[in-house]
Structure formats: C-alpha cells, structure tokens
C-alpha cells in the first residue's frame, strides 16, 4: 500500500509528510542551540573577565560569506529541479558542496590555530607589573580588564598575555615567546644563530627573543582549548556543534547529488520535494552561524 502525502501535498495544509518532518525536526534544533545561547548568556554574566576580540575576524567574516553563498546555490538547486533541468541542478549542488567544503577547510585552520598559540594568565597585578615593562618590548598582546575591556565592579583583576609558544624552561619557570618575536624568526629576521629574532630583553629573567616567568606569578597557562577558558569552551562547543551539523547536511545533500540524482528520471517531483527538505535544513544551519559569527566574534 502506498503512504499518502510523500510526494503531493495535502490539499487541506498544502504540505507533504517529510515537510512536516524536517519542520518538527527544526523546531527542537532551535531548542537545543537555544539552549546553548541561554548557556552562554548565563555564563558571560557571572564571569570575571570575558575575552574580546580573540578569535580571527576575517576567517570568521569569510565563512559567513561562504555560507550565505551556499543558501543561494543551495535555492538555484531547487529551482533547477522545478524547472527540470538536470544539469543545472548538478551544477548548482556541485557550488553548495564546495561551498560546504570550503567553510569546513576555513574552520579547520581557526581550531588548529587555537592549538598552536597559547596564552599566560597572571595570578595577580603585582605579578603581571613584574614583567610588563619587557612583555611590552617584546610585542606581546596583553589583554586585562583593568582597562574597561571586559571589566566587572567587584571581580577578580585579569592579566593575560598570548603568544606563539609557552614551554617549561626548567623547575618552576616557564619561557613565554610572543608572536612578534615568533614571527620575526619565521621571516628570517635573525641574527645568525638559528634564525632566532634579533631582540634582547634584559632583566625579570629576559631570555632573547623569549620571556622567563616564575610559575609562582601564573595562575594558568596553555593553549587555547576548551579547557583554557570558559570562553574558549562555549567557542568549541558551539561551533564544534555547528561544524557536525554541516558536515551532515553535506553527507545528505551529496547523496541528492551522486546517488540519489538517478530518482530525478524516474520521478522528477519526488526528489525536488527531498532536495527542498534538504534544504530547508541547510539554510537552518546557515541561520545559526548568522548568530554565532557576531556573538562570539565581535561582541
């Protein structure tokens, strides 16, 4: 027996059974990434110190770009099917998984960027002041909510420094190399001796290029995990979250482009019905990126 309403719409709602489906389906995505958002507004409220203007900008600007580009492919697609024409539709889901791609390739540089650099948390302004003066010849980025950045009436001061490299450097030290010294060597800006940076810095344990701190003035140190920071968990779970939703809307939306193109010659409506579910999906991903690139990247 066939199972109504699969292909043509009820004429009472104008819908069909897998629209109803993803709709539903939709609707408790929207509690669970709601749920993440409320999360996140709880947590930055009762923290000392939030991070701003940490993540890469640019990168982030570039994939809300890609994928607001592969909404438009991704409707050019359907269109094609409407108007039954094969090779266009090909085309067209061909640009949105590429565009899916890209936008995964891009999140894929960010992650790997937060497990090379790292960062120094002082224990407490006393501490950080004891290194300031040579930090600040280094060219370290310091980041405090003593500056108004961040800052919350009554919370503990926050001190943090970010580089390419923190290391133990022996007991109870640990040698801090920013990025100006890091990428002045990569660039072979040395002075002979190992492509090593030409800056020496004197005095609070100067090591070179490099920067001596006594565990004893730290508070934490690491790279920038989840484990790091709130901040930096609610980052990876949030777009971590998101990242698996692409990738799985690409799993489906290639099989509507390989495989499952093949019901297009036998039954043209049916798979424009499937490939619009699809999308549906696939701009409701795009949504939540919408929301994610300002919250955690600008604000």
Sequence with gaps: ????????????????????????????????????????????????????????????????????????????????????????????????????????????????????????????????????????????KIKTNTDGHGARPGRTPHFEISGHRVGEAGAGVIEFVPDAAHKGAAHGGGDGHGGEAKHEVAGAGGHGASLRIALADVARWGVFAPKYSTYYAIYFTLTGLHALHVLGGMVVLFYFWMPGAKMFHVDPEHLANRVEVGGLFWHFVDLVWIFLFPVLYLL
């Design 1 to 140: 027996m066939e199972i109504p309403y699969t292909v043509h719409a009820r004429p009472d709602t104008g819908l069909w059974n897998a629209k109803v489906g993803i709709w539903l389906f939709l609707a408790s995505e929207v509690m669970l990434f709601g749920g993440l958002f409320s999360a996140y507004i709880f947590l930055r409220m009762g923290a000392d110190y939030w991070p701003h203007h940490v993540l890469n900008v640019p990168l982030g600007l570039t994939n809300t770009f890609v994928l607001i580009t592969s909404s438009i492919t991704m409707v050019l697609a359907w269109v094609s099917l409407k108007m039954r024409d094969f090779g266009q539709f090909r085309v067209w889901m061909g640009a949105t998984l590429a565009c899916g791609c890209g936008f995964m390739v891009i999140k894929s540089i960010e992650y790997r960027d937060k497990f090379t650099h790292h960062g120094v948390v002082f224990r407490d302004e006393a501490s950080f002041r004891k290194y300031e003066p040579e930090l600040r010849a280094l060219g370290a």
